[in-house]
């Protein structure tokens, strides 16, 4: 046997958690997300590999954002690039008013182009924690899910190239 054999036997808390998750809980604590299951969809959702990527980055934290940046003194300063407010991954992607009508009118555009009624809020766009519409079948909800997570990688994008999203 090898030590880390002996460290599971030893262990009380056999079951580990990402410090991606972690950072998450403490710092949304209001957000209820099945992590196993986000982790899973990951895999899932498209086969297109820099899109898996992104959302492999975005649920374990490591994007990089100007308080990053910042901290590596790349940058001068850690202002949020469309508002006055720091630069974090929750600003970003949760708090940030430019980002919330953004997302606001895509998908008043998804639901005029698919004739559905999806309101969502913006933790469920960050983590592409869709409910159970009973009103939309399969090729829609697929399509609603890629639509997600271009919608955070163009944010993200825009906010690396310092211009607004359209």
């Not at 954002?65 to 910042?70: A, H, M, N, R």
């Not at 009103?135 to 955070?152: A, D, K, T």
Request: charged content about 25%; some cysteine.
């Amino acid at each position: 046997m090898r030590c880390k054999h002996y460290y599971k036997i030893l262990d009380k808390n056999p079951t580990v958690e990402t410090t991606g998750v972690k950072a998450w809980k403490v710092n949304s604590a209001d957000i209820y997300i099945e992590w196993k299951n986000q982790f899973s969809f990951i895999y899932q959702s498209t086969r297109d590999d820099k899109l898996r990527q992104f959302s492999f980055r975005l649920l374990h934290r490591i994007i990089v954002t100007k308080k990053e940046l910042l901290k590596f003194r790349l940058t001068d300063d850690a202002t949020c690039t469309f508002c006055p407010c720091s630069d974090s991954i929750e600003h970003t992607f949760l708090d940030c008013s430019e980002i919330k009508s953004f997302y606001s009118e895509a998908l008043v555009w998804f639901n005029r182009v698919n004739d559905t009624e999806i309101n969502l809020s913006n933790e469920q766009i960050t983590f592409n924690e869709i409910p159970d519409f009973h009103q939309i079948s399969e090729y829609p909800r697929r399509r609603l899910h890629l639509f997600i997570i271009l919608l955070n990688q163009y944010v993200h994008s825009c906010k690396f190239l310092k211009k607004k999203p359209i």
